[in-house]
């Protein structure tokens, strides 16, 4: 007789790491032994510091929350979903869960047998390496079809993975450590500690460190008698210390702690224990830094049940921003990263949103993100510009059927506007009737806009031609497209009017070499970065791209990319153009996180003589591409 529920678990199994790397009989007799678990929510599998249990954990239905309590803080670590393995500490390390495990919903698991599978992984080395690999980087599935999944830790798989970034980036750690020399008591170090609010001390000599003393030595080695508080505080110090450059990673860090199970890492100028200590790393910055990591942040977005829940979550979105930017992680990786968080945000609200309606939507529609939402090109939180295509429908359900919508985005930009996007001044959004058309409206009108161009149209153009779909029918956008270059293609002239808009801004420099600044109004001799040195990028990547039919890029720098392709003999230029653009989208980004405002306008006497040499390093790629422009379209008999 056949076991159905071992079949069953066996053919869940097999989809998921390590076990589609298993023999079928290795993974039948695991599903065999399976013990099937179900989880009422805010119930836990395990607590931190209890002892390990004799199986690990696969989710097979539900949502297992992993937290850290340190501190008093209660951090979510992570959250595991189907597929997920977690719980791995008795099969690698026989000591304390240093975790608990907390059921978000309920859940049904799949306990497996440590036993068995140390039977099997001492015969299938690549089984091994992974969960080695998975319970150092405390995540659940490093190869995790799905793109939640944090990065996997080894090496070698860094290199080439950017889903998320939480793992190569540096590592953030303490500056200006609290130490005191070996010749010190431990009782005059504790008081450091004490006054301090540190929960350690670094033994230094030299500048050099050469031993640390933790809360938990003061516990264990004084606390019980073992020595006395007036000794040195060499005698109870743990050394020689572990050290490292400033540089490591997020991933080295935490696989160093587990591999010389330590809760501290010395910063050193060289890396090493001869060199002066600039810093140490704490379990602790490891632990906070994954309760933010984009995963988690985007696992908990498709979890929330309200609003509040999402604004809590962008809030936490721009604290990852400030600590990439400031830790120098590549612009294109955060843009990535912000963009995919922001997209769920709003996935987020629309679902929330239909929810909300008293029925479903009468027909196909798509969300669509304009302007620098719709290039993914937003890392600062500015307004909001959307918009919304629904399907055709007879004429006497078209009042009906837009109706609908307009009440169902008004619901959507509510939503946004309370995490904290700010209503578009414009008002381009999908609530507004001008913004919320059927598929043929938004062919008329961009038909409209393309052969009857005006400074009006022309402006709109550059604005809703830079869309995304965040949300609906593929199909509906697609024949929106296919519409737009139809319209280029029998009015060619526009793309003349569109040049001529993209060469409104002069570049950035004036005659003299000086920075052109705005000569009135209250941003008055402040630089205007987005006008004079971002936007004529946009404006060129996107003009030369329309003319060459390209549909399937709106960013500014993969459509960069594709024109370096698609005109080799431009390729240097067009690579600069690149360069350029990542540098002033960083600056923006820096300026407008530290001034807590949009980064537009920049006050120039704030700058180092550096930092307008860098700036000014970007304007000859703009003045290069707007002469390209000006010959490629004959704009001069346009001005």
């Given at each position: 007789?056949?076991?159905?529920i071992?079949?069953?678990?066996?053919?869940f199994?097999?989809?998921?790491p390590?076990?589609?790397?298993?023999?079928?009989?290795?993974l039948l007799?695991?599903?065999?032994?399976?013990?099937?678990?179900?989880?009422?929510k805010?119930?836990?599998?395990?607590?931190?510091g209890?002892n390990?249990?004799?199986?690990?954990?696969?989710?097979?239905?539900?949502?297992?929350?992993?937290?850290?309590?340190?501190?008093?803080?209660?951090?979510?670590?992570d959250?595991c979903?189907?597929?997920?393995?977690?719980?791995?500490?008795?099969?690698i390390q026989?000591?304390i869960?240093?975790?608990?495990?907390?059921?978000?919903?309920?859940s049904?698991?799949y306990?497996?047998?440590?036993?068995?599978?140390?039977e099997?992984?001492?015969?299938n080395?690549?089984?091994?390496?992974?969960?080695?690999?998975?319970?150092?980087?405390?995540?659940k599935?490093p190869?995790?079809?799905?793109?939640?999944a944090?990065?996997?830790?080894n090496?070698?798989s860094?290199?080439?993975n950017n889903?998320?970034y939480?793992?190569?980036?540096?590592a953030a750690?303490t500056?200006?450590p609290?130490?005191?020399?070996?010749?010190?008591t431990?009782?005059?170090?504790?008081q450091?500690?004490?006054?301090?609010?540190?929960?350690?001390?670094?033994?230094?000599?030299?500048?050099?460190?050469?031993?640390?003393?933790?809360?938990?030595?003061?516990?264990?080695?004084?606390?019980?008698?073992?020595?006395?508080?007036?000794?040195?505080?060499?005698?109870?110090?743990?050394?020689?210390?572990?050290?490292?450059?400033?540089k490591?990673?997020?991933?080295?860090?935490?696989?160093?702690?587990?591999?010389?199970?330590?809760?501290?890492?010395?910063?050193t100028?060289?890396?090493?224990?001869?060199?002066e200590?600039?810093?140490?790393?704490?379990?602790?910055?490891?632990?906070?830094?994954?309760?933010?990591?984009?995963s988690?942040?985007?696992?908990?977005?498709k979890?929330a049940?309200?609003?509040a829940?999402?604004?809590?979550?962008?809030?936490k979105?721009?604290?990852?921003?400030?600590g990439?930017?400031?830790?120098?992680?590549?612009?294109?990786?955060?843009?990535k990263?912000?963009?995919?968080?922001?997209e769920?945000i709003?996935?987020?609200a629309?679902?929330l949103?239909?929810?909300?309606?008293?029925?479903?939507?009468?027909?196909?529609?798509?969300?669509l993100?304009?302007?620098?939402?719709?290039?993914?090109?937003q890392?600062?939180?500015?307004?909001q510009?959307?918009?919304?295509?629904?399907?055709d429908?007879?004429?006497?359900?078209?009042?009906a059927?837009?109706?609908?919508?307009?009440?169902?985005?008004?619901?959507?930009?509510e939503?946004?506007?309370?995490?904290?996007f700010?209503?578009?001044?414009?008002d381009?959004?999908a609530?507004?009737?001008?913004?919320?058309?059927?598929?043929s409206?938004?062919?008329?009108?961009?038909n409209t806009?393309?052969?009857k161009?005006s400074e009006e149209?022309?402006?709109?153009?550059?604005?809703?031609f830079?869309?995304?779909?965040?949300?609906?029918?593929?199909?509906?956008?697609?024949?929106?497209?296919?519409?737009?270059?139809?319209?280029?293609?029998?009015?060619?002239?526009?793309?003349?009017?569109l040049?001529?808009n993209?060469?409104?801004n002069?570049p950035p420099?004036?005659?003299?070499?000086?920075?052109?600044?705005?000569?009135?109004g209250?941003?008055?001799?402040?630089?205007?970065?987005?006008?004079r040195?971002?936007m004529?990028?946009?404006?060129?990547?996107?003009?030369?791209?329309l003319?060459?039919n390209?549909?399937?890029k709106?960013?500014?720098?993969?459509?960069?990319?594709?024109?370096?392709?698609?005109?080799?003999?431009?390729?240097d230029?067009?690579?600069?153009?690149?360069d350029?653009?990542?540098?002033?989208?960083?600056?923006?980004?820096?300026?407008g996180?530290k001034?807590?405002d949009?980064?537009?306008y920049?006050?120039?006497?704030?700058?180092?003589?550096?930092?307008?040499?860098?700036?000014k390093g970007?304007?000859?790629?703009?003045?290069?591409i707007?002469?390209?422009?000006?010959?490629?379209?004959?704009?001069a008999?346009?001005?």
């Open positions: 007789m056949k076991n159905t071992a079949e069953r678990i066996y053919d199994l097999k989809d998921y390590p076990f589609n790397i298993l023999e079928k009989e290795q007799k695991i599903a065999t032994n399976v013990k099937v678990t179900y989880v009422e805010d119930s836990f599998v395990f607590k931190q209890e390990p249990h004799q199986n690990f954990y696969v989710v097979k239905d539900g949502a297992i929350g992993l937290f850290r309590s340190m501190e008093n803080d209660q951090i979510l670590i959250i979903d189907e597929g997920d393995l977690f719980g791995l500490r008795p099969l026989k000591d869960y240093l975790m608990s495990a907390k059921a978000n919903e309920e049904i698991l306990a497996i047998s440590v036993e068995i599978l140390k099997i992984i001492e015969t080395d690549k089984v091994k390496k992974f969960l080695i690999a998975s319970f150092s980087s405390n995540i599935t190869y995790a079809k799905s793109n939640d944090q990065l996997f830790a090496i070698d860094l290199a080439s889903s998320y939480s793992e190569v980036q540096t750690y500056k200006n609290i130490t005191c020399s070996k010749l010190e431990i009782k005059e170090a504790a450091i500690m004490s006054s301090k609010r540190v929960g350690s001390i670094l033994i230094v000599e030299d500048k050099n460190p050469i031993g640390i003393i933790t809360d938990k030595d003061l516990r264990l080695k004084i606390a019980t008698g073992l020595f006395s508080i007036d000794e040195k505080v060499t005698k109870i110090m743990s050394s020689p210390v572990k050290t490292y450059p400033e490591i990673t997020v991933a080295e860090a935490q696989i160093a702690m587990i591999k010389h199970k330590i809760t501290h890492l010395c910063i100028k060289d890396g090493s224990i001869n060199s200590l600039i810093g140490i790393l704490s379990e602790h910055d490891i632990v906070v830094l994954h309760g933010n990591n984009p988690v942040l985007i696992k908990e977005i979890r049940k309200d609003v829940k999402l604004k809590y979550i962008k809030e979105s721009t604290s990852l921003l400030k990439y930017i400031e830790q120098n992680i590549p612009i294109v990786f955060i843009s990263i912000i963009s995919e968080i922001n769920a709003t996935i987020k629309i679902e949103s239909l929810e909300e309606m008293k029925s479903e939507p009468p027909v196909k529609f798509g969300w993100a304009i302007g620098s939402q719709g290039r993914k090109e890392l600062l939180i500015t307004d510009d959307n918009a919304l295509v629904f399907e429908v007879p004429k006497d359900k078209h009042s059927t837009k109706e609908y919508f307009l009440d169902f985005s008004k619901k959507v930009t939503k946004l506007h309370i995490v904290g700010d209503y578009c001044p414009a381009m959004m609530s507004n009737p001008k913004w919320c058309l059927s598929l409206e938004w062919k008329n009108q961009f806009w393309i052969t161009p149209s022309v402006m709109m153009c550059t604005i809703f830079d869309y995304n779909l965040v949300y609906g029918d593929k199909e509906l956008v697609s024949k929106m497209s296919d519409s737009i270059f139809k319209s280029i293609h029998s009015y060619e002239i526009f793309l003349n009017f040049g001529k993209a060469l409104i002069p420099l004036g005659f003299f070499r000086q920075f052109l600044v705005e000569h009135d209250e941003h008055k001799d402040q630089f205007d970065i987005k006008s040195a971002l004529p990028l946009t404006d060129a990547a996107r003009l030369i791209t003319s060459h390209i549909k399937d709106n960013n500014t720098i993969s459509r960069f990319k594709k024109l370096a392709k698609v005109e080799p003999q431009n390729k230029l067009y690579l600069s153009c690149i350029a653009f990542k540098i002033l989208l960083h600056y923006r980004t820096e300026q996180l001034h807590n949009s980064g537009r920049i006050d120039l006497n704030n700058l180092s003589k550096s930092e307008k040499l860098k700036l970007c304007f000859k790629p703009i003045k290069d707007q002469e390209l422009l000006n010959i490629r379209y004959n704009l008999q346009m001005m």
